[in-house]
């Protein structure tokens, strides 16, 4: 039985798992969840994964969730370049310190420019007060500084001369504010050299495939209005405005 990966492409944690795979020729069979459409809190969805997240490997009997554990995963079983998730215990010991910090970070400072931009004007008509936008693109410019200044510095990488884990998780949360149309790159040089030298790690062709959903975030209203608006997605717009 072929390894199964539970995707949606508009979230960051399912690209880079998906990049992860295509990059290190891991055969798996895609198996789309909708999260526009609210498939996650469906009832098949619920028998492959109580989390109601994506993404989810299913290997076998073997379910994992969170996208961190399914990259080390890949990675052991697989035996892909060290250069990924090294060996050697201080270049893993960097690559696990920036996955432990992107989440209340890059991640969460991202996600929220990216709903303000680009989900809630598509649900509600009308963009978000200006007070709540102006204060998610300061954190998440201060977030960005951060990662220049402590993760990234003058290397090419994050953890040195060779793409890792790190460098993988970082673009595809960084890309996520660029869907709305936000171009974070601009004024940035050592962000914009980085950004070009992952990409071209990765291949252009393989990284505009996982990001091709994401740059087409204009097309949500249109989304919303076929298929209607989850109950998820109203309750989390009233946990953000209360």
Same mark, same amino acid.
């Given at each position: 039985?072929?390894?199964?990966?539970?995707?949606?492409?508009?979230?960051?944690?399912?690209?880079?798992?998906?990049?992860?795979?295509?990059?290190? *020729?891991?055969?798996?069979?895609?198996?789309?969840?909708?999260?526009?459409?609210?498939?996650?809190?469906?009832?098949?969805?619920?028998?492959?994964?109580?989390?109601?997240?994506?993404?989810?490997?299913?290997?076998?009997?073997?379910?994992?969730?969170?996208?961190?554990?399914?990259?080390?995963?890949?990675?052991?079983?697989?035996?892909?370049?060290?250069?990924?998730?090294?060996?050697?215990?201080?270049?893993?010991?960097?690559?696990?310190?920036?996955? @432990?910090?992107?989440?209340?970070?890059?991640?969460?400072?991202?996600? /929220?420019?990216?709903?303000?931009?680009?989900?809630?004007?598509?649900?509600?008509?009308?963009?978000?007060? /200006?007070?709540?936008?102006?204060?998610?693109?300061?954190?998440?410019?201060? @977030?960005? /500084?951060?990662? &220049?200044? /402590?993760?990234?510095?003058?290397?090419?990488?994050?953890?040195?001369?060779?793409?890792?884990?790190?460098?993988?998780?970082?673009?595809?949360?960084?890309?996520?504010?660029?869907?709305?149309?936000?171009?974070?790159?601009?004024?940035?040089?050592?962000?914009?050299?980085?950004?070009?030298?992952? *990409?071209? &790690?990765?291949?252009?062709?393989?990284?505009?495939?996982?990001?091709?959903?994401?740059?087409?975030?204009?097309?949500?209203?249109?989304?919303?209005?076929?298929?209607?608006?989850?109950?998820?997605?109203?309750? *989390?717009?009233?946990?953000?405005?209360?």
């Amino acid at each position: 039985m072929p390894l199964e990966l539970y995707l949606d492409l508009h979230s960051q944690p399912c690209r880079s798992v998906f990049l992860f795979a295509k990059l290190n *020729k891991i055969p798996f069979e895609f198996k789309t969840v909708d999260l526009s459409a609210g498939e996650q809190y469906g009832e098949e969805f619920g028998k492959v994964s109580i989390m109601r997240k994506v993404p989810v490997l299913k290997d076998g009997d073997f379910i994992l969730t969170e996208s961190i554990a399914i990259l080390q995963y890949l990675a052991a079983k697989h035996r892909t370049p060290d250069h990924w998730y090294p060996a050697d215990l201080q270049k893993r010991a960097r690559v696990d310190e920036f996955l @432990s910090w992107q989440h209340t970070n890059i991640r969460t400072h991202g996600s /929220k420019v990216f709903w303000f931009r680009g989900v809630l004007p598509a649900v509600t008509g009308a963009p978000v007060p /200006k007070e709540k936008m102006d204060a998610a693109v300061e954190d998440l410019n201060a @977030s960005l /500084k951060t990662f &220049e200044d /402590k993760f990234l510095q003058s290397r090419p990488f994050i953890i040195g001369d060779k793409i890792s884990l790190a460098d993988l998780v970082s673009i595809v949360e960084i890309m996520q504010p660029v869907g709305t149309g936000l171009d974070v790159f601009q004024g940035r040089p050592a962000l914009s050299a980085w950004r070009d030298r992952v *990409k071209k &790690e990765i291949g252009v062709e393989v990284f505009d495939e996982a990001h091709k959903v994401i740059m087409n975030v204009d097309a949500l209203p249109q989304t919303f209005e076929k298929k209607g608006l989850p109950e998820f997605l109203k309750l *989390k717009m009233q946990k953000m405005f209360n």
